[in-house]
């Protein structure tokens, strides 16, 4: 009688040890303890022994049953450590070791350019204003010394939007952001330091010039303000974005009915090269000037007793001679090869310590 009972336990003894995965141990556990496993078929057959045998075989199946449910139990936790201890050994993580790099988005030129802009400007104690895209015609043309009959309101260099109402004029997709300086000059009281950074849109669409670009325009307004404070201004401001200390700037005559005296500035450049800096050549870059006693008046402000400069740049411009872009349309194609090619770490801010 306990022949058969030995060699159960014998050969469940050696199925739990060859059993590495817990789909092999169960298989033991269900061939063994199962509905229709081997110990419970010999439970099922004790209603044929006679009754003199059944009492004592009945209790030697119970004994068996629980020795071995009791093996079956400790194989499975022994089982359940061992695959744990796999997994953490192949989930194991290296701290002493660099990480592995992840994907990482990184800063459009443009955004980059307007860092830069205004962390120069910053340490000269400007600070930035906004302005909305939409502005009436008077902030952007009339306000500015810019009369109706001006060859700039024009249908073929402006973007007109229908009237905010019944009664009033057209209003504009703005073509400059000297708008913000207007709406700065009639909010605040001066002095005044603002740059005003932001989309102007005009009728245009080449190579060279895109009906929506980036403009950054400055304004100072300040008792005893001089053409001096202004060449010293951008001076500094060109030598410091273009990382040349010597870098030659030259302030030539020009007009804009915003300012009085007007002038465009220029930086030393080699059209044979390209090179910034470099060559006996010209590049035109900038344009400033006085703020004319016009548009001081039409902001409440009396030109006897304040004066200003006001200046404006393309930021598409500048980082397409900084960064050597040939295109500007560039810029806007949404091309991940291009922007890998000319983006900027997120992780790498413009400092004024990286000398542009």
Not at 8 to 21: F, N, P, Y
């Amino acid at each position: 009688m306990a022949n058969d009972l030995d060699t159960l336990k014998d050969e469940t003894l050696a199925a739990l040890k060859q059993a590495s995965t817990h789909g092999e141990w169960d298989a033991v556990r269900v061939g063994t303890l199962g509905r229709s496993g081997k110990l419970t078929g010999l439970l099922r057959q004790l209603g044929s022994f006679p009754h003199e045998e059944r009492k004592e075989r009945g209790q030697a199946l119970n004994r068996l049953r629980d020795e071995l449910t009791a093996l079956i139990e400790q194989r499975g936790r022994e089982i359940e450590e061992l695959a744990l201890q796999q997994r953490l050994a192949e989930e194991t993580v290296d701290i002493t070791q660099p990480p592995a790099p992840a994907p990482a988005g990184l800063i459009h030129p443009v955004s980059r350019t307007i860092e830069e802009i205004t962390t120069i400007f910053g340490a000269m104690d400007f600070h930035v204003a906004e302005g909305p895209d939409i502005e009436s015609q008077w902030h952007n043309f009339s306000a500015l010394n810019t009369p109706e009959h001006h060859p700039a309101r024009t249908e073929q260099d402006t973007f007109y939007l229908p009237a905010a109402g019944e009664g009033e004029d057209l209003r504009v997709l703005r073509t400059q952001t000297s708008g913000v300086q207007v709406r700065t000059m009639l909010g605040e009281k001066p002095p005044i330091r603002i740059i005003a950074p932001g989309r102007t849109y005009r009728a245009d669409h080449d190579a060279t010039h895109s009906p929506m670009f980036h403009q950054c325009e400055g304004l100072v307004i300040e008792k005893g303000i001089t053409l001096g404070h202004l060449k010293g201004c951008l001076t500094e401001f060109l030598r410091a974005f273009f990382g040349q200390p010597d870098l030659p700037v030259r302030f030539r005559a020009s007009y804009f009915p915003f300012t009085e005296p007007s002038m465009e500035i220029d930086i030393g450049w080699s059209r044979e090269t390209g090179v910034i800096g470099a060559g006996a050549d010209w590049l035109e870059v900038l344009g400033a000037g006085m703020v004319h006693a016009r548009v001081l008046s039409n902001c409440g402000l009396d030109p006897a007793e304040w004066q200003g400069f006001a200046f404006g740049m393309g930021i598409e411009r500048l980082a397409m001679l900084k960064n050597g872009i040939t295109d500007l349309r560039s810029f806007y194609e949404s091309d991940l090869r291009w922007l890998r090619h000319y983006g900027f770490s997120s992780l790498s801010p413009a400092t004024l310590t990286e000398g542009f």
